[in-house]
């Protein structure tokens, strides 16, 4: 059968993703993970952050929903949609906020490698992703970067009964946005072990406990062609989580704290980041 | 000769329960699975299972690995649907144990048990010479056996069954 030629942008542009939001996966990092064939996924999550420094204080909260799609066993594909409740910056005792749709992202998962063995089960995976310009860039904070972005990683993991082991590498690819800022590109390492304390069975709650380290590489930000030297830096987060699920329902979440930070220049650093999801497959 | 109430009861409740129990199906099913790890993604073989037609309720085992899946009453599992069903819930199956219902036939040197219509049947294969004659007499007396045993897909002609054991009603 040969497929219409437009399938092949089409899937391409659904062979994305920016973010983890599948199963049991680290949820800050990124596993390998799809959802069976022709499975529903939904997703709701809030994620918020703080940085503060040089003067400022940065918050934002962000409502995200997602849906994920099993095209096949291996091949999955998410559109996530985040709406911004609040991103806030203060400085000098001014406080500027805003609020609405962030960018939208239409991400997809490719696992191309899977070993099923009684009780484990290991797999690789590779991303792809594209952030469209979708929130508004001319609002004071920006609700979205105002350029469309791209997105490659590569995941494995181990799982079993008892062990979970997750590692990944992330690049994010920047293009310029509104008012000639060109963000600086990104790299995402991420590392993680979770343990299941007590052995379970189907149909019965099951928690698992997560440790993650999520390593970053930011680029300098590009304005108008030259360097802004407060951007970019390398940071690393230690980050707790868990993942509890009982059938088709799960709830996870977990924190980011910094556990170093080197940041080019005055820039806030970050204090906190948090996220709390529930998900269902149907 | 005049039966006695207990003959009589026991004779009436054989002709009640027979029906169900000699019905050719297959009732039961125990699939080895691979890679189950993960109770929530356990769901999508829950999910994929319960479209396989006949399958009445399942029950996964985390620990075992295991999926032992129950025929609806009076339905067969349709046996050639699980393999792919495993497959689109992302694992992979290692062995498939059927209880099956069903009368031995006999083409030629093989044995056959056939536990539904024409096309369902499994080929009976690695039989002891013992049980082989066993086998050829439920065929020549077209009793009904029940025969629980491994199963092993074919990409063509019948899947094969390697009995562990085997019991006729009316021997």
Known sequence: MRLPAFIIPVLAVILCVFGPAYAHEPIFGLGPHTIFKGGLGVEIEIEGERASGAGEVETEYVLQSEIIYGITTDLAATLAVPYVIERAIESGGVERSASGLGDVSLRGKYRFWRRDAPCVQDAAAFVLGVKFPTGDDDRTPRLGSGSTDFLFALAASRESLKWYYFGDIRYRLNTKGGGGLEKGDRFFADLAVGVRPTRTEYLKPDLVLIVELNWETLMEDELNGSDVGDSGGNRLFLSPSFFFTYRNVAVKGGVQVPVYQDLNGEQPEADYRFKLAVEGHF | ?171
Not at chain 2, 66 to 74: D, K, L, P, Q, Y
Not at chain 2, 91 to 102: D, V, W
Not at chain 2, 147 to 165: A, K, M, N, Y
């Open chain 2, 1 to 171: 000769m005049r039966m006695n109430s207990i003959e009589t009861a026991f004779l009436a409740a054989l002709f009640v329960l027979a029906p169900a129990a000699l019905q050719a199906q297959i009732h039961t099913l125990t699939v080895s699975v691979d890679g189950l790890a993960c109770p929530f993604c356990a769901y999508g073989v829950e999910k994929k299972l319960k479209r396989v037609e006949g399958v009445e309720s399942m029950d996964i085992r985390m620990n075992e690995g295991t999926v032992t899946i129950s025929a609806r009453e009076g339905l067969s599992i349709d046996i050639k649907q699980v393999p792919r069903a495993i497959r689109d819930s992302g694992f992979s199956m290692r062995e498939i144990k059927a209880l099956a219902t069903g009368v031995v036939k006999r083409d030629g040197q093989g044995l056959f048990l056939q536990y539904g219509g024409a096309d369902d049947v499994f080929q009976l294969r690695e039989l002891s010479s013992a049980l082989r004659e066993r086998l050829l007499q439920y065929a020549e007396n077209g009793e009904t056996v029940e025969v629980e045993g491994i199963v092993e897909e074919r990409p063509e002609g019948p899947w094969t069954l390697r009995p562990e054991s085997v019991e006729g009603f009316f021997r």
